[in-house]
């Protein structure tokens, strides 16, 4: 395993072997009463009630999460002002989503019993597919109606941001397709900000949701100065081993993975249906997986519960 030099994950991975990531920030907002129906979800709240976010972060913080991201997976400008918010409004939103986590993380560190035995954690800033951005689960089939050159300006603004935003690292994730691998890519060539870790959103061991080969956008990714680690999100617990072997293969980086529950999303009626997988976090670890946490359906218990068996109770 290569761990780049000033990579912010290094200190987790020399003193812990594995780095523990937050579960579903989504998951955990409705779990506290939050209505996230519409095309902002979790992003809404950026407006509407900061507080509960900074609260949903601290519970993972707690929970033993050495990293936490943002609630700007479905924060675009667009989407912003598409639902009335103006460009200097929509900017600020994506700002805070970054600054509700450093004062989480902040007021988690402040508190001496927190830091026995602890890294001080993480804050990396979310940056969603152009799935998230339409709200239609297309970010599980990869199916776009635009190409390279739109997706490059899709992203661009929120990339600026972001990657100049204070936070600690950014997280690429579910990102399901050739094309979006390739202007990430470009992306991170022009502005690499603090550095990145990508995770793709795959229908199995071998292909991304688009149909395109795993390995050739692992091997896209890996070539690029400043990603810390790539791997797979919300992807079911039971086509994790497989996949980091896969990833594995063609990258010498960190790998990184936080599956979902197992059940399956259904984007016609916006619910979840089947059943739930467990994780088999220590198989992970000896596959080689080195980032572990979870994505929809993963609470703060069930990061607790991952903490003890890779490590220790936080």
Same mark, same amino acid.
């Given at each position: 395993?290569?761990?780049?030099?000033?990579?912010?994950?290094?200190?987790?991975?020399?003193?812990?072997?594995?780095?523990?990531?937050?579960?579903?920030?989504?998951?955990?907002?409705?779990?506290?009463?939050?209505?996230?129906?519409?095309?902002?979800?979790?992003?809404?709240?950026?407006?509407?009630?900061?507080?509960?976010?900074?609260?949903?972060?601290?519970?993972?913080?707690?929970?033993?999460?050495?990293?936490?991201?943002?609630?700007?997976?479905?924060?675009?400008?667009?989407?912003?002002?598409?639902?009335?918010?103006?460009?200097?409004?929509?900017?600020?939103?994506?700002?805070?989503?970054?600054? *509700? %986590? =450093?004062? +989480?993380?902040? @007021?988690?560190?402040? #508190?001496?019993?927190?830091?026995?035995?602890?890294?001080? !954690?993480?804050?990396?800033?979310?940056?969603?597919?152009?799935?998230?951005?339409?709200?239609?689960?297309?970010?599980?089939?990869?199916?776009?109606?635009?190409?390279?050159?739109?997706?490059?300006?899709?992203?661009?603004?929120?990339?600026?941001?972001?990657?100049?935003?204070?936070?600690?690292?950014?997280?690429?994730?579910?990102?399901?397709?050739?094309?979006?691998?390739?202007?990430?890519?470009?992306?991170?060539?022009?502005?690499?900000?603090?550095?990145?870790?990508?995770?793709?959103?795959?229908?199995?061991?071998?292909?991304?949701?688009?149909?395109?080969?795993?390995? *050739? %956008? =692992?091997? +896209?990714?890996? @070539?690029?100065?400043? #990603?810390?680690?790539?791997?797979?999100?919300?992807?079911? !617990?039971?086509?994790?081993?497989?996949?980091?072997?896969?990833?594995?293969?063609?990258?010498?980086?960190?790998?990184?993975?936080?599956?979902?529950?197992?059940?399956?999303?259904?984007?016609?009626?916006?619910?979840?249906?089947?059943?739930?997988?467990?994780?088999?976090?220590?198989?992970?670890?000896?596959?080689?997986?080195?980032?572990?946490?979870?994505?929809?359906?993963?609470?703060?218990?069930?990061?607790?519960?991952?903490?003890?068996?890779?490590?220790?109770?936080?």
């Amino acid at each position: 395993m290569k761990i780049p030099e000033n990579s912010p994950i290094r200190p987790f991975l020399d003193r812990q072997g594995v780095m523990i990531l937050d579960g579903g920030l989504a998951t955990e907002l409705e779990a506290g009463g939050a209505d996230l129906a519409g095309g902002l979800w979790s992003a809404r709240l950026l407006s509407d009630d900061p507080a509960r976010i900074r609260r949903a972060h601290q519970d993972f913080l707690e929970a033993g999460a050495d990293c936490i991201v943002t609630a700007s997976y479905q924060a675009t400008v667009g989407r912003f002002l598409e639902s009335g918010y103006s460009s200097q409004q929509a900017e600020a939103l994506l700002q805070l989503s970054v600054e *509700l %986590a =450093v004062e +989480a993380r902040d @007021r988690f560190w402040s #508190v001496e019993q927190n830091r026995n035995g602890r890294i001080r !954690p993480l804050v990396a800033a979310s940056i969603g597919p152009y799935g998230a951005y339409l709200a239609d689960g297309s970010e599980y089939s990869g199916q776009y109606d635009i190409g390279e050159q739109e997706l490059y300006a899709f992203h661009r603004g929120r990339w600026e941001l972001l990657a100049a935003s204070g936070a600690d690292l950014l997280a690429c994730e579910t990102i399901p397709s050739l094309p979006e691998t390739r202007v990430l890519c470009r992306l991170m060539e022009e502005n690499p900000g603090p550095g990145a870790w990508v995770s793709f959103s795959c229908r199995d061991s071998r292909y991304l949701r688009d149909g395109a080969e795993l390995a *050739l %956008a =692992v091997k +896209a990714i890996a @070539r690029i100065a400043g #990603v810390t680690a790539v791997g797979v999100n919300c992807v079911a !617990p039971a086509l994790v081993h497989g996949m980091i072997r896969t990833v594995q293969a063609h990258s010498p980086l960190p790998v990184v993975v936080y599956p979902n529950s197992g059940e399956l999303w259904d984007a016609g009626d916006s619910c979840w249906t089947g059943s739930r997988n467990e994780f088999e976090a220590r198989e992970w670890v000896e596959a080689g997986a080195a980032l572990i946490g979870g994505c929809c359906r993963v609470g703060p218990e069930e990061i607790r519960r991952l903490r003890t068996a890779l490590l220790a109770a936080p």
